[in-house]
């Protein structure tokens, strides 16, 4: 592969869909460090620091009064704060998903239904690397634009406590400066971008055929095929246990398949396709356990499903890429 | 060198519809090709096929290339403006220049933006913000700046005004044009690229009609103004088109088929001249409007 055309394909991509992969969650981090902080920040200059403190659920007690917090309760919050900081710009990452969707199911159509897939074609670079500049926009570039945009608003937003308790003389700066999770935080969501990748690539490959292959209503038709298809063999399965009393058994795997080629690009999903979130994972008094965050999401890899997803994944993606070789647009 | 387009046999089929029905041709390099032939002839589809856009059945040769299964090699040395193709809305005109820049190792960059610097267009401007012609503009400094071997050009001026098309082809020939390379042009103005072809190519109902040099047919095809008290003696001479011009009967001969009349023949029914392509066309494309 040509990488100078790659690289020039990668931006022609973020070019056509700056706005929702750029503008959109920037200002939305940016709303969420002002109204989330200006909230914050009012809170605590208006009626001083709670006697405790929640984030996220959980309660760090005995914040007290300013002169009475230990420097024990201080490292506590920081530890917390710093664990879970990036978890208030969970919005970005839902509108990620969202974005990602609707950019792959508009990836193949949208040129074609505005005819500028003539001018593309014009220019010397094969179907191959268009599609793959395509995916690897869907799996990589916009997550990592969104982990950038999302850290960014997160800090703010720390900054932002850290400067209303130091006005009423609780200095966290120290305590949240000093805290592992701080730095370890970002790296983490670094870390889990290829588990996210081949989670997601089902549902990236399966929205790109749709686009590449629909003459009209890519979302219809990406979104109608598995629901109907999951009722169709629900009815079929229904039928058959009542006149056979025989089950095909084969509706988990159905469900199965129709979660994994529409929700993929939700991040995390794949506890839910690995049957939950493990317990060790759930937030504590203590914060979260990030490494084991790390770790657990990277044994979801060990199973053979995910690669049964990937191994189909190519597959759609090469039809996709076909499908545009040879499509004949009028 | 061999020839920069060859065709045998090549057949396309929609369904049941035949869109091109067995043609042959040749196209040499160095040439100005017009292909011209009235709507739903088959011009677009030859030319798709020719740039590996659709499959087709029969022996096409593109720069030695077999267009279905060798086009990422066939794109580095052609060039196209396909008859419907537009510029996505979202580009920009600086985003334009660079992005093919980037991709095409032909492209000369201060060629693009000295053809742009002769528009109204301006580096930020977006597709969405430009008329239709600047639209063409636009796209026609982009390809015009590809050093290509073959360029296509499919009614490449849809759009433009008439001054912006005759620079456009001027440029064409000054600038662009040389003996290393081909153009193939199909357009609804004959009259505006018949001074700059080389070759012109009918096409009429999925088959070649018409395939010739412009001086051959500048030596086959002549039209007589005929006296009026020559007309039975010219009638006899089978014109293959009659039309009055006021009130003067015009015919046109065709010198080359078997058993033509000759030129000396010809003078003498009245005053001779060579005819435009267009009227050319009109009498070649007789009834298939019908």
Redo the contacts between chains.
Sequence with gaps: MNT??M???L??EF??NKGSMFWAPLVVGALLVLLVGGTIVYGVAAHGVPAHVTINGQTVANGGMAASVTLESREMIAKIATGMYLATASPLFFMLSFAVFFYCLNSLY??RR???I??W??????DQMTVASKAVTALLVAPLITIVLAVGASLALLFLVCVAFSFQGINMFSAVLASRDLYLSPLILVALLPVYAVWALPTVAWLMLVSSWARTKPFMWAVGVPLIGLLILKWVDTAMEKISGVSLAIMPYAQDIAARILGGILPGAWFIFKGGVPAGLRPSENGVDLPALVSNSYATLAGLDAWIGVALAVLMLFAAMRLR??R??? | MSAVIEAKGLSKRYGKRTAVDGIDFSIPAGRIVGLIGPNGSGKTTTLKAALGLIPFEGELSVLGYDPRTERDALMQDVCFIADVAILPRWLRVADAIDFVAGVHPRFNREKAERYIAGTKLKPSMKVKEMSKGMIVQLHLALVMAIDARLLVLDEPTLGLDIIYRKQFYQNLLEDYFDEHKTIVITTHQVEEVEHILTDLMFIRDGRIVLAASMEEIGERYIEVMVSHDKLSAANALQPIDRRTVFGKAVMLFDAGAPGGATRQQLAALGETRNPSVADLFVATMKGSYA
């Design positions: 100078t055309t690289k020039w394909l931006r022609r070019w056509e949208d040129e505005d005819r500028s003539l001018f074609k014009s220019l010397p670079v094969s070789r040879w004949d647009e009028g």
